[in-house]
């Protein structure tokens, strides 16, 4: 699959706005406390990605009812779910300069991943987090993603990449009161 930039302005990809605040200081702390154990992108990159998968639970797997969207809420509530989780690698990848862009899956509802931009290249990664059944890692060679999606089905990969998360994504996040009430707001579709 071809992923597709919506814009060809990288620095749109390093871009923070009220879901990616890359600038909040729990992001900026965060982002240099993993800086300090890597030696280079790539590996920033790697460590970014499993902080976020393994150290923040996916509010669905956890059953935590709380609703996180903004990257800072969701480091320091460690909950969210695959939309937020997205939203927080993002944030961590853009404090360190790697573009980084958000882009969607459609199952029954619309799942949210990252794309990182190394290598000259966009990879797709899924943060959403490990559990029996799904086991995403960090990979350059090839995606090692939580799901794939079942054509036949009429499930699909979406080829944009967003420099923002998607309005519906976003507004069913902002508008929920709990995750019982996100569950049945989640987008079917972009």
């Known amino acids: 699959m071809e992923l597709i930039q919506q814009t060809p302005d990288l620095s749109a990809y390093l871009a923070s706005d009220e879901a990616i605040d890359h600038e909040h200081p729990r992001v900026r702390e965060t982002a240099g406390l993993l800086a300090k154990e890597a030696e280079d992108s790539y590996a920033y990159a790697r460590l970014a990605f499993e902080f976020v998968r393994d150290t923040i639970p996916h509010s669905q797997d956890s059953g935590d ?19 937020a989780k997205a939203h927080a690698l993002a944030a961590l990848l853009r404090a360190e300069d790697i573009p980084t862009a958000l882009c969607y899956q459609r199952f029954d509802v619309v799942h949210g ?7 000259g290249a966009w990879h797709r990664q899924d943060p959403r987090g490990n559990k029996p059944g799904v086991n995403a890692r960090f990979s350059l060679r090839g995606e090692r993603l939580a799901f794939t999606p079942d054509r036949a089905a009429g499930e699909a990969d979406y080829p944009e990449l967003y420099a923002a ?6 507004d069913a996040l902002k508008t929920a009161t709990d995750r019982r009430h996100l569950w049945e707001t989640l987008p079917a579709a972009l």
């Open 65 to 83: 009812p709380r609703v996180t969207w903004r990257a800072s809420d969701v480091l320091e509530q460690r909950t969210g779910i695959c939309y």
């Open 113 to 119: 991943l990252v794309a990182v931009r190394l290598d």
């Open 165 to 170: 998360p998607h309005p519906a994504v976003l």
